[in-house]
């Protein structure tokens, strides 16, 4: 379990509180808007109404206590900086905080941020990508060649093994689960027997899956 701060209830921040919290973690949201908060309280034990552009606000946070501080501040650009710098000057042990730009990024990185994240570009990458084939059903980029797909098992796989098949040899992948309906078989094994409804969870590079989930 670990101690989260969030500033900026805007969509992306209130989604990441409730999945923090969902997960087990302790979470304080902050916003300048009171009707935003009002509407949070009743999810949020821990909730405040302030501008954390506000150095007082900052200090009355206690932001040296948390384990990690999102800003997630979408609108105000220069209010997310402010919001960065001030965390790191008193003593935030891990900021994160939202850009869209490259340039924000880096001005990010330079006033203190520990991690930029770019959810709206990272969003519509994702979509991009399974909507350009109509066999990716998920999709998790790992670095600029690297990723891993969801995608269905060929048809003429149906009763055969992985081993039969050689996947990472005739396709240049990496098989590293399986989905059957609802349940997840990690890591199978070269004896496992695919069925016509299987989903399967492959490592590659675009190019080498993109191949692969053609039909």
């Known amino acids: 379990m670990k101690s989260i701060l969030v500033i900026g209830m805007g969509r992306f921040g209130r989604h990441l509180a409730e ?16 009707n935003i908060i009002e509407d949070l309280a009743p999810t949020f034990a821990d909730s405040h109404i302030g501008d954390c552009s506000s150095e007082n606000v900052i200090r009355s946070l206690g932001v040296n206590n948390f384990d990690i501080c999102f800003v997630m501040i979408g609108s105000n650009f220069q209010s ?3 919001v960065t710098s001030l965390l790191k000057r008193n003593g935030a042990k891990f900021i994160v905080a939202k850009a869209r730009h490259e340039i924000q990024r880096e001005l990010l990185y330079t006033i ?10 990272d969003l519509s990458e994702n979509i991009a990508v399974r909507y350009n084939a109509d066999n990716i059903f998920d999709y998790i980029q790992l670095t600029d060649n690297y990723a891993i797909y969801e995608i269905p098992a060929r048809p003429e796989w149906d009763g055969m093994s992985i081993s039969e098949l050689n996947v990472r040899r005739k396709y240049k992948v990496n098989i590293i689960a399986v989905k059957q309906d609802n349940s997840l078989n990690p890591a199978p094994g070269p004896d496992y027997r695919f069925s016509k409804n ?7 590079e675009s190019s080498d899956v993109f191949r692969m989930a053609a039909k």
């Open 112 to 121: 203190g941020a520990d991690e930029v994240i770019y959810p709206e570009r």
């Open 19 to 34: 999945k923090m919290q969902e997960l087990g973690n302790d979470v304080m949201i902050v916003d300048e808007n009171e």
């Open 198 to 204: 299987d989903h399967i969870v492959v490592l590659g």
């Open 80 to 82: 997310s900086l402010i």
